[in-house]
């Protein structure tokens, strides 16, 4: 392990060095604007550039943020090429270009964990053609058949004469070929790079500080912009007073931003975020001024239970089943809003001409920022150009380019002059896309049997979509509100129960909404899996039991659950004295599961000693990075249902900093026991699914501790301490 | 003009008074591996060393740093990325977005220096850092693997 990491280290660094990977690219070495696969006449196709060198470099187009999607996607292609794995370096193709190409690279958009699960079959194909291409040219070079020559690691053979041709020495000649009309994708049972742990494209940089990100950027004159937008959604500048800030040293000038917000520009940003604060700004708070939490909570209380024609799933009559049942279950859960609260803060570089506007930034949507950048801009698409950043944290908050307009709009006022804008921590946390604040009441009726016949549940909150994306409503229906709920698709509901209603009292506020990695996922699967357990309780079944009768017909979600709770020993707690609570989901297309271990001290503190986590995502591309994204989701999990809330005064969230808004610290984490076990035949994500099972596993657990059923989050609210 | 010394060199750089050693890093120095997280020493994303203590950086006025005091950055850890946190970080592929790595690592190399051989107590205690992807697992077995190559590069040296 020791030799070949040394080994990869320093091959990884010459890639970086030779400029071979795409992190040095996207960052300035063409100011010009000149799009990066420009550079690269010689591409075999879209996909792959093969320079003389044998470096190989994979164009991905999805957005890197951690979740190793950059990773992945290269092994995607790199399979089916069967060129060398320690060559391969990437480059990202800017959204400028892939509009010129006619959208070659296709979707842009990195969020719902789709980023392999959307685009393998065409990235593994765009890999396969370059292959036959690179192995055509080598083939009439050698006035031979392509199908009597083969390749592996890059290298071609002709087998009748024994010859071989490095990728790198036929790689100009294959891209004057044309594409094959076909390509044959290999079986799964061949993959030799999917499937493999490999490591990461994108670590050495990130060890000795030299990755630059979006906030890190420096260009040639650059000035630094820091930026208050109203406080509470919907507001408007009314006006300001600049005079004490542009006196302020390094000061250069002091702008309005659309129509909500003052940005202070300056040569460096802790000026410009000093100065910021001495500017006077009056603002028109607007309607949303008169809301406070305690008044959005009375209006989600009132819609568990008034009528509402929005349905995501039905079965059966689940009045008269609930009228019926021997022993009726009702529970009430809570989830609130949530802040992303990315590492990085939002942040973008811009420099604006007549004639071209250059962005710099960190998004998980390519083509979204670039074409809020030419709004801004007020210029075509065509002359605007985004070069894409690693990004520090996504989470779903960087799919929306609102920062990035805001750095255009600064721009434009210094016309040729670069200018990064960065939020303050402050900001960051004030102009939010929240996770939506929902409540569930759930009714369950049990017969004679114990057996769940019966299940009302009824979601009342926000809706995302009707927030930030009102075309996506179905007949008035969000039903990314009913995620893990649905009778169908990558997010089933995962248990038959004969009378079935799962509907929604849409109750939104001016609070603006969006997709927080897990999406409606969280809080679902804790209505679900929370009363699931209680239900288990309430019939006097095991809550492992009780679930299988309801999974006949989910062999996949039965699968994952039985798999982590045999690994945590879920059959033998209460001989072993340990506290134990499941949960599972079928999310994003994959399915999940998880079991809590749960400790309790003498003084009745309680710890998360350890978490068996199973995931069957179909097929799984890096075990290590699936792993890697288990692990993480408890962190995110966690932190939201221990101690994350965002709530409101007087129309605006109170938290501004993490000391308001904690994150999961190294104290609390649990041992985290991941277990992959793809099935094969479908495409699930990895990034999102496991943090929705993170919560209920553990309140389901701290019930089996304690006896106490916490039903809102976070639980810091309650009489339950953290050891 | 205030003398620093950063990553074994003496700088002369211009800086209000009152600019946190973080800003005057990034935006004096150019060196950008220390960041931005809070402002408010809460999340670690700004550690670096002031004399082998870790600091976080966003709240340490950069002009109460004497001349002599020698100040370390994550990308003065190592010249060739083989120090054994960064070793260890490497071999178990630690960092996902890797925004709080650098002090994440600051904070490790810290670490190691005052305890060798720490327990998980003593990673919990001295490791209070964020990370919004989650990687405190691997962080805490990479802290451990780091302590063990760390002890055999010792053993190496004095054979």
């Not at chain 1, 071609?156 to 041709?165: F, V």
């Not at chain 1, 479908?682 to 553990?698: D, M």
């Not at chain 2, 071999?91 to 925004?99: A, R, S």
């Not at chain 2, 720490?118 to 077995?141: K, Y």
């Amino acid at each position: 392990m020791n030799t070949s990491t040394t080994m990869s280290l320093s091959r990884r660094k010459f890639l970086v060095a030779s400029g071979a990977t795409g992190a040095g690219l996207a960052i300035g070495v063409y100011p010009s604007g000149k799009a990066v696969a420009d550079n690269h006449l010689d591409e075999v196709n879209a996909w792959v550039v093969i320079n003389p060198d044998e470096s190989v470099v994979i164009r991905i187009a999805r957005s890197e943020m951690g979740q190793g999607t950059l990773t992945g996607l290269a092994q995607m292609v790199a399979e089916e090429l069967e060129c060398d794995w320690d060559n391969v370096g990437w480059e990202y193709p800017t959204p400028r270009e892939n509009l010129a190409r006619d959208r070659v690279w296709k979707n842009y958009a990195t969020g719902g964990s789709r980023g392999i699960r959307e685009s393998h079959q065409y990235v593994r194909e765009g890999g396969a053609a370059a292959r036959m291409m690179l192995i055509e040219a080598a083939a009439a070079r050698w006035s031979a058949a392509p199908e009597d020559c083969s390749v592996s690691k890059g290298v071609i053979s002709h087998k009748a004469s024994g010859k071989t041709l490095t990728y790198g020495q036929v790689a100009a000649d294959a891209a004057k070929l044309a594409p094959p009309l076909e390509v044959k994708l290999k079986d799964p049972s061949e993959w030799t790079v999917i499937g493999q742990p490999k490591m990461r494209l994108d670590t050495v940089s990130k060890l000795d500080g030299s990755q630059l990100y979006g906030s890190d950027i420096n260009l040639p004159g650059m000035l630094n912009a820091a930026i208050k937008a109203v406080p509470v959604f919907g507001g408007k500048l009314k006006s300001f007073d600049a005079d004490a800030a542009n006196k302020m040293p390094g000061v250069k000038g002091v702008v309005q931003v659309g129509n909500n917000a003052v940005a202070v520009v300056a040569d460096t940003w802790w000026r410009a975020n000093k100065a910021l604060k001495a500017v006077d700004i009056e603002w028109d708070l607007g309607d949303g001024a008169r809301l406070n939490q305690a008044e959005i909570v009375e209006r989600l209380d009132e819609g568990l239970t008034a009528d509402t024609k929005l349905v995501g799933n039905q079965a059966g009559d689940v009045k008269a089943g609930l009228e019926g049942a021997s022993k009726v279950v009702e529970a009430t859960y809570s989830y609130p809003f949530l802040n992303h609260a990315c590492m990085e803060p939002m942040n973008a570089t811009a420099k604006w001409t007549e004639d071209f506007c250059e962005v710099w930034c960190p998004t998980q949507n390519g083509e979204a920022a670039h074409a809020g950048a030419a709004e801004a801009a007020g210029l075509p698409l065509e002359k605007v150009e985004v070069y894409k950043q690693l990004l520090g944290g996504g989470f779903g908050r960087r799919g929306a380019p609102d920062y990035v307009a805001q750095a255009v709009l600064i721009a434009k006022q210094f016309p040729g002059t670069p200018i990064k804008l960065l939020w303050s921590r402050e900001e960051d946390m004030l102009q939010g896309f929240f996770h939506p604040i929902t409540k569930a009441r759930v009714v369950g009726g049990l017969n004679d049997d114990g057996d769940l016949e019966s299940l009302h549940l009824r979601i009342s909150g926000q809706s995302i979509l009707a927030g930030i994306l009102p075309q996506a409503l179905q007949n008035g229906v969000d039903f990314a509100t009913f995620q893990a709920l649905l009778p169908e698709g990558d997010h089933s509901i995962s248990y038959s129960v004969p009378n079935l209603l799962v509907d929604h009292a849409m109750r939104n506020t001016h609070i603006r909404p969006g997709f927080w990695r897990g999406v409606n996922v969280n809080p679902n699967a804790i209505y679900m899996e929370c009363f699931i357990d209680e239900a288990a309780h309430a019939a006097g079944k095991d809550p492992l039991a009780f679930r299988r009768g309801l999974m006949q017909d989910n062999p996949l979600g039965w699968a994952v659950l039985s798999a982590a709770a045999e690994r945590a020993g879920w059959a033998d707690r209460e001989a072993n004295g340990k506290h134990m609570g499941l949960a599972v989901c079928h999310a994003f297309g994959s399915y999940v599961a998880a079991c809590a271990e749960v400790s309790v001290n003498d003084s009745g503190a309680i710890k998360i000693d350890r978490i068996v986590a199973a995931t069957d995502p179909g097929y799984c591309v890096n075990p290590q990075q699936t792993e890697a994204q288990v692990e993480g989701s408890f962190v995110y999990g966690l932190s939201a249902l221990l101690y994350g809330e965002c709530t409101v005064t007087d129309g605006k969230i109170d938290q501004e900093n993490f000391d308001t808004f904690p994150s999961m610290r190294m104290a609390h984490m649990p041992e985290v026991e991941t277990i992959v076990m793809p099935s094969g035949g479908f495409w699930g994500g990895v990034g999102e699914p496991t943090i929705a099972v993170a919560a209920p596993a553990v309140l389901n657990a701290i019930f089996a501790a304690t006896g106490k059923r916490l039903r809102d989050v976070p639980i810091k609210h309650s009489d339950i301490d953290l050891a | 003009m205030s003398k620093l010394n950063i990553n074994g060199e003496t700088v002369e750089l211009e800086f209000d008074p009152d600019t946190p050693l973080l800003w005057v890093l990034r935006e004096q120095a150019g060196l950008t591996g220390t960041k931005y997280g809070c402002g408010i020493a809460q999340c670690g994303a700004c550690t670096v060393h002031i004399d082998g203590q870790p600091v976080r950086s966003c709240v340490y006025p950069a002009s109460a740093i004497q001349p002599a005091q020698k100040i370390v950055t994550v990308e003065g850890l190592s010249e060739d990325i083989s120090h054994p946190v960064q070793q260890a970080w490497a071999e178990l592929d630690v960092p996902q977005c890797g925004f709080c790595q650098s002090g994440m690592i600051m904070a490790a190399s810290a670490l190691l220096d005052r305890v060798p051989q720490p327990t998980d107590e003593d990673i919990n205690a001295a490791m209070t850092n964020i990370c919004r992807c989650g990687t405190l697992q691997r962080v805490r077995r990479g802290v451990h693997r780091a302590a063990e190559i760390k002890a055999q590069g010792s053993q190496g040296e004095s054979a």
